[in-house]
Structure formats: C-alpha cells, structure tokens
C-alpha cells in the first residue's frame, strides 16, 4: 500500500511557515504595537502598573519599632484609620506597631493605588542602547482603585506625597523598550 501526500496538505505547512515568519519579522518593525506613538506608550505604561502600585512603605517590615517623632506621627494616622495597633515601650521611648486585622490586606506596603495615563506628553527620539530601542517618556496620571483610608484627611496629612499622587494629576518620566509584543518598561 502506498501513502501519498496531497499537494493541499503542503500547501497549508508552507503557508504556516509563511505566516510564522512573516509574525516574528513584523514584530520588529515600527507597525502595529512596537510603533513610536502615544497610544503604544499608554499602553505599555498602564501595563506595567497595573503590576506595580504605588504604596507608602517599601522597606517596612511589621511589627515596627520607632522612637522618631515624625515616623509616629504617620504610623498613628495608620492607626487612627484601624490598619496598625499600637503599643508603648516607655522605658525605652519606642512605640511599637503591628498590623490590625484591617490592614492585613495592604500590610506590609500599604499600596494605594496604581497610576493610569492620562496623556503623552513628549518622547525622545528612539535610539538603541543595549540592543533595544528605547525612548524616555514623559506622561501625565491619575491614581486609580484608591482606597478609602488613603482618602483620609488625617493619612493624607501625614504622607504629602501620597495626598498629592491621589488627588491631582501628577506629571513623571519612564523609560519605554520596544519588543515584539509592544512597549515595555525594561526590568
């Protein structure tokens, strides 16, 4: 008995090897998600905070001992919210802090919120460096899912720098990589 291969069959294998090649050359050029422009940027950017929100502490570890006067004036706002308790160690002047059962979900960070793009502001030229093609972006954001405790007045007033990101626009500047499957911020 005899086997043969239809003519169709290698017609649909050359066509997939056509289609794959023609996927993994277009990836480099500047068309499609890897082109140059504002809505690849916002993309690309948006992406990577979703994974990367912004939080109040990022080398906190609970429980936490302090005796600076500024430092306890901000953990008692965590406290006065419900998301720390305290307690005082007079004979060595250091209050201490752990987690209440409230702030379990944004201890030990205390993230509160991850910024969404509002606008492209302006971009550098592309240029390769270590290979890839960067450009450095400068954007325009809002903070998004805030928690209520970080809409505290009291908490707000404790960290100036959390208030400003969570109630006005707010302006920064990200390195953007170029990759086949769009603009990434580079690890």
């Known amino acids: 008995m005899k086997i043969v291969q239809s003519k169709p069959a290698l017609t649909n294998v050359a066509a997939a090897a056509l289609t794959f090649a023609s996927l993994v050359f277009t990836g480099c050029n500047d068309t499609g998600k890897a082109a140059a422009t504002p809505a690849n940027f916002t993309i690309g950017i948006n992406n990577h905070y979703l994974d990367h929100p912004e939080c109040l502490f990022t080398d906190t570890r609970f429980p936490f001992e302090t005796g600076d006067a ?3 004036k ?3 706002t965590l406290v006065k ?3 720390l308790e305290k307690s005082v160690e007079t ?6 802090y752990t987690v209440a059962p409230a702030g379990t979900r944004y201890a030990p960070r205390f993230c509160y919120g991850h910024r969404e793009v509002t606008g492209i502001n302006s971009f550098t030229p592309v240029e ?3 290979g890839f093609k960067e450009t450095k972006v400068t ?13 505290s007045h009291d908490v707000q007033a404790a960290f100036p ?5 969570t109630t006005s626009q ?12 769009g603009w990434q911020v580079p690890d």
């Open 70 to 72: 500024e430092k306890t």
């Open 74 to 76: 901000q953990m008692d």
């Open 81 to 83: 919210n419900l998301l």
């Open 91 to 96: 004979s060595i002047h250091v209050s201490r």
């Open 128 to 130: 390769v460096t270590n």
């Open 139 to 151: 954007y325009s954001y809002t903070m998004k899912e805030v928690p209520v405790w970080a809409d």
């Open 161 to 165: 720098a959390m208030a400003r990101a």
């Open 170 to 181: 707010a302006t920064d500047t990200i390195t953007l990589a170029q990759s086949p499957v």
